[in-house]
């Protein structure tokens, strides 16, 4: 039945399908045949689900069309209209023309959606591995795997990336290089240009202005490097080239910034002259000549703008509407709030510069949110240098007489029993042959352990079936217990998949290894056939106790 929520974009009578009469309709999402006086779907195929459409040549006594499906099976409606021929084919026209415009759409989310799978698969190998052991060989369907077994990956992906912090320095270590011609090559990194983005904003909305539409990616940083924005001593007036407004925007950000202030007694962003300390060690208020303009002012004003930039780039921005509130309160207050709340600040501030707090007790740490960091590699964050700070060393005092222990012990070896007491030669040798491999005591002793014996393929081989075997035992025994309709089917098809595992993968494996192998066919599959047994064994005793 359609449900009430369908939008209806066609509807054609007098269709036919399979004998039967009825009613063709595409809605919003797709298309459904229902039968003639009955409110029951016969034929429903979502368009996301339809290849392409096929009609019938001209002349041809049946007026029909034809959708194929992704999955190779296909649905022929035949148009019946009484009106005649005519009427036939402008039916069947404007099923055409409507599917027409209609199957691109959800082509392009189908595309999209297939694009996101195998780049999840090739940036994951144990998935693709995985991919391969259990969908190519039919144990479970696409649907389930993507679904089931690859959903940690999924929602792995769907979360959203580390957020990366902006280096200070993070310009000067582009570092150009020579290409030959009299020309320099630079070589950006994405997290090279997200930090310019976050630092410059005026340089992102350039780039969203500029490309594609009017440059390409390339030619937009080849600009930029070129650009007097990027060389500037701040004499943008003399440049025209795309950023000569982004200079104009830093500085209205910088004259704001001066203009609000810095709530922090320690810092001083007003100061742009290049001083030295003097007899006063700063205290006097001595102005140097007037310098506006020269290249040194310029500078230290660009430091300063950049470091602004990075700071605000590290900030989160996102206040509460608490913090918001209160900063309302603050501002109404006026400058004697601002003036009793200074000396506190500034103490603050003093005590933040000399303690630490993550040294701290852990129960002063509890209150403090940390970010969480996510890594790729975690061996490589936890490997380090090792020290030789625990290796003891002697000197020649403690050589010496620990030498002169040893020898004092030596001296009382002639104390031991009789070798009488001991065991006679004979025996020893004969013991000796017992134990060793071919001796009585030694049959069936292999010199060379398993891992030895196992060929490199036949090892990978076992490690993906182990692989395969355990993420379908991790989502078996999930299912316990089954309290909900849900989780028993759920149950159902991990049992029926673990059987079609076993009939798939595992047999075939173990007759490949008594061609092969046929001494350690028993110990390679040993401890898979007693998992599956084990789950097999649940299963049943699931089944008599629901049957009771």
Known sequence: MATSMEDVLLQVPYVRYKKGDGTLFLMDQRLIWMVENKDTVAVSHAYADIK?????????????????????????????????????????????????????????????????KNKLLSTNPSLLQLYKDLVMTEVVTSEEFWSQLAQQYTQKQKLPPQDIGVSGAFLADIKPQTDGCNGLKYNITPDIIECIFKTYPAVKKKYIDNVPSKLSESQFWTKFFQSHYFHRDRKYAESKD??????????????????????????????????????????????????????????????????IMVLKSSKNIQDTP????????????????????????????????????????????????????????????????????????????????????????????????????????????????????????????????????VPPDIENEVRNLYLALCELLKHFWRCFPPTTATREATLVKMHEALNRFHTAKLKP????????????????????????????????????????
């Not at 069309?65 to 009106?83: D, I, M, P, W």
């Not at 021929?85 to 599917?99: C, F, I, P």
């Not at 001595?286 to 300063?304: C, H, L, Y």
């Open 509 to 548: 494996f173990e007759d490949k290894l008594i061609r092969e192998l046929s001494p350690l066919s028993h110990h390679l599959t040993k401890h898979l056939n007693q998992l599956l047994n084990a789950a097999y064994q649940k299963f049943n005793n699931w089944q008599k106790i629901k049957s009771r």
């Open 242 to 307: 795309i950023f000569t407004e982004c200079g104009k925007l830093d500085d209205q950000a910088m004259k704001k910034d001066i203009q609000s202030g810095v709530n922090d007694l320690l810092i001083n962003i007003t100061e742009f002259e290049d001083k030295t300390l003097d007899d006063g060690y700063g205290l006097t208020s001595e102005k140097s000549v007037n310098n506006s303009g020269t290249v040194s002012q310029a500078m230290i004003k660009r430091f300063n703008q950049h470091s």
């Open 322 to 453: 608490q913090n918001s509130t209160d900063s309302n309160v603050n501002n109404t207050n006026g400058k004697a709030d601002s003036n009793s709340n200074g000396p506190v600040n500034k103490r603050q501030r003093l005590l933040e510069k000399i303690k630490y707090t993550d040294l701290e007790d852990e129960d002063s740490n509890k209150n403090i949110k940390a970010v969480q960091l996510n890594l790729s590699k975690v061996e490589r964050y936890l490997h380090g240098p090792m020290p030789d700070s625990n290796t003891d060393y002697l000197n020649s005092n403690e050589a010496s007489s620990l030498l002169r222990g040893v020898i004092q012990e030596t001296k009382h070896w002639s104390g031991r029993h009789p070798t009488t007491s001991l065991v006679t030669p004979a025996a020893a040798v004969a013991a000796l042959g017992e134990l060793s491999p071919g001796g009585a005591l030694m049959r069936g002793f292999q010199e060379q352990s398993l891992a030895q014996l």
């Open 52 to 116: 392409s459409q096929k009609i019938s040549p001209e002349g041809k006594a049946k007026v029909q069309l034809q959708v194929v499906l992704h999955n190779g099976a296909s649905s022929t409606f035949h148009f019946t209209n009484k009106a005649g021929m005519q009427a036939q084919l402008s039916d069947r026209d404007k099923v055409k023309d409507m599917l027409q415009s209609l199957l691109p759409k959800f082509k392009r989310k189908v595309d999209k959606e297939l694009e996101e």
